[in-house]
């Protein structure tokens, strides 16, 4: 299976971005979502996920009331709209799937390869 991450790129500071994840191979149907980045000198880090179903999420502390993570499972895809950027929201960003949000925003686990990653920088 594959998952494509796009919609990273170069922002400033108070800006937008819309994170896409699009699911290959496989149906993103019951699996939970979870957004993953990377700040560079830095160990990958959850961002955000969501439940199969989208009535459950979890975001990291540093993006609540910024970031908002959301699915369209008929799409096979699954989106991370970022608001108000700041420059320590630069980073590598990837998208992964589990059975459930606590798997992988609690607990870090995922099923399958981290895909290519999609690049988010917000110069200071």
């Known amino acids: 299976w594959l998952l494509a991450e796009s919609g990273g790129g170069s922002v400033q500071p108070g800006g937008s971005l819309r994170l896409s994840c699009a699911a290959s191979?496989?149906?993103?149907?019951?699996?939970?979502i979870g957004w993953f980045r990377q700040a560079p000198g830095r160990d990958r880090e959850a961002v955000s996920c969501?439940?199969?179903?989208?009535?459950?999420?979890h975001y990291a502390d540093s993006v609540k009331g910024r970031f908002t993570i959301s699915r369209d499972n008929t799409r096979n895809t699954g989106y991370l709209q970022m608001n108000s950027l700041k420059p320590e929201d630069t980073g590598l960003y990837y998208c992964?799937?589990?059975?459930?949000?606590?798997?992988?925003?609690?607990?870090?686990?995922?099923?399958?390869?981290w895909g290519q990653g999609t690049r988010v920088t917000v110069p200071s």
């Open positions: 191979g496989f149906t993103l149907d019951g699996y939970a």
């Open positions: 969501i439940s199969p179903t989208g009535g459950e999420s």
């Open positions: 992964a799937v589990h059975r459930t949000v606590e798997a992988m925003c609690i607990s870090g686990r995922r099923l399958g390869p």
